[in-house]
């Protein structure tokens, strides 16, 4: 019988690593639009380092609202490059992870982490440029009963996530992108970046049309001066 609720599964999946490589130089808008915007979190997550860019291989937590003994198991399974995404329901009342565990995962190479809930000993985490993004702190610490899952889908701020989807994190959110669309949307992406980058030429050089403005009011039947 599957003991469904308290198992800990591989992550079998991971996307290629110049996929990765290249996500670290788009950013997230670019990466939601070309998921046409229905995929990312909502806003309340907060990147709590210093500074950083945040992209692997969603490893997958679910757990019991503050309690971190499946946390504690995924960092000592997670391999170099892996992203820690831990949906503990948003609740802020216990610390999901502190200090403690944020040099441990540094030190084994683990991306970065995602919580869906709280962390604690913030100051640690802001003085580093090591990737954390959390719904926000507490002193009160968690506790190591479980039960929980590793490597199952869950969701992060209404966001589903698979094991070893995409994941990539900055200052404006976080998305998980597919795996098997991951090539595709970064590649669109890419796209959409370098249309941008013409247009700030553009700007600069008092050259951009603006005239999408007036024939788009005039299709929606608003009247102009």
Known sequence: MVNYGFRVLPLTRRPDSSLIQQCMSIATPLLSDNMHRVQGTIAGFVPYHRSAKLAGA??????????????????DMAEPGDVIVVDACGELSQAILGEIMLRLAEKRGIAGFVIDGAIRDSAAFRERDYP????????????????????????????????????????????????????????????????????????????????????ALKRKGCELP
């Open 58 to 75: 969603a490893f997958t937590v679910r757990t019991r609202p503050g309690d971190n003994l499946m946390v504690h198991k995924a960092i």
């Open 132 to 215: 954390c993004f959390a719904r926000g702190t507490t002193h009160r610490g968690p506790y190591k009963e479980g039960p929980g899952e590793i490597n199952v889908p869950v969701t992060i701020g209404r966001m589903p996530v698979m094991p070893g989807d995409l994941i990539v994190g900055d200052e404006d959110g976080i998305v998980a992108i597919p795996l098997d669309y991951a090539a595709e949307v970064v590649q669109a992406a890419q796209r959409q970046l370098a249309r941008e980058q013409r247009t700030f030429e553009e700007i600069a050089e008092g050259s951009l049309d603006r005239s999408w403005v007036d024939e």
